[in-house]
């Protein structure tokens, strides 16, 4: 019946759309080792990093904190979307803060109500409506955390929410 072709053309374009989206995941891979392997600047590298991860996610943009384990401050060290002088964009303590409470726990977080998540800390005016955030690891050891935000819509994401394959970016782990 015509049903069941339609529904067939829908499943195959999903298929299409997941793996399209894992081509862009393991480019992503490639391009962020390509990176590390070279005698690039440390915040060329982040930029670089955040660049591609909010590209490969689809989102509008993002910020990379790193660890300072003598203030136990997770600092900000690269943005995108928003401009790095901004005071929208706070520093963080260990636990506070979605990004805090990912370096803390070393596990990642996706949400798609932040304003309603009771860990997210940002004022209104950040405009923040969905947000993922994975912590940068060594060796088991959080040196930061990166935090994508406002997934933009897709065909699989219509409603412009992040999914679990967004999430698949899990942590940035060197072991």
Same mark, same amino acid.
């Not at 909010?54 to 660890?67: A, Q």
């Not at 860990?119 to 040196?143: D, G, Q, W």
């Not at 994508?148 to 060197?174: C, H, M, Q, R, W």
């Given at each position: 019946?015509?049903?069941?072709? &339609?529904?067939?053309?829908?499943?195959?374009?999903?298929?299409?759309?997941?793996?399209?989206?894992?081509?862009?995941?393991?480019?992503t891979i490639e391009k962020i080792s390509t990176a590390?392997?070279?005698? +690039? /600047? *440390?915040? /060329?590298?982040?930029?670089? &990093? *955040? =660049?591609?991860?909010?590209?490969?996610?689809?989102? /509008?943009?993002?910020?990379?904190?790193?660890?300072?384990?003598?203030?136990?401050? *997770? $600092?900000? =060290?690269?943005?995108?979307?928003?401009?790095? !002088?901004?005071?929208?964009?706070?520093?963080?303590?260990?636990?506070?803060?979605?990004?805090?409470?990912?370096?803390? /726990?070393?596990?990642?977080? +996706?949400?798609?109500?932040? $304003?309603?998540? !009771?860990?997210?800390?940002?004022?209104?005016?950040? +405009?923040?409506?969905?947000?993922?955030?994975?912590?940068?690891?060594? @060796?088991?050891?959080?040196?930061?955390? $990166?935090?994508?935000?406002?997934?933009?819509?897709?065909?699989?994401?219509?409603?412009?929410?992040?999914?679990?394959?967004?999430?698949?970016? @899990?942590?940035?782990?060197?072991?």
């Amino acid at each position: 019946t015509i049903s069941s072709y &339609i529904s067939g053309a829908i499943r195959n374009a999903q298929v299409y759309h997941r793996a399209i989206h894992r081509v862009g995941e393991l480019t992503t891979i490639e391009k962020i080792s390509t990176a590390l392997s070279s005698t +690039m /600047e *440390l915040q /060329e590298l982040l930029d670089l &990093i *955040l =660049k591609i991860s909010s590209e490969i996610v689809n989102c /509008e943009g993002g910020i990379i904190r790193l660890f300072d384990k003598d203030s136990k401050i *997770l $600092i900000r =060290k690269a943005s995108l979307g928003v401009p790095y !002088e901004s005071k929208i964009i706070p520093d963080l303590r260990l636990g506070e803060g979605i990004a805090g409470w990912v370096a803390k /726990e070393k596990n990642p977080v +996706m949400t798609n109500d932040a $304003i309603e998540d !009771e860990r997210f800390i940002h004022p209104p005016e950040s +405009m923040v409506k969905t947000e993922i955030c994975a912590p940068l690891l060594i @060796k088991n050891e959080v040196i930061g955390t $990166i935090s994508l935000y406002n997934k933009i819509s897709t065909p699989l994401s219509p409603e412009g929410t992040f999914n679990d394959e967004d999430l698949n970016l @899990k942590a940035l782990e060197v072991p």
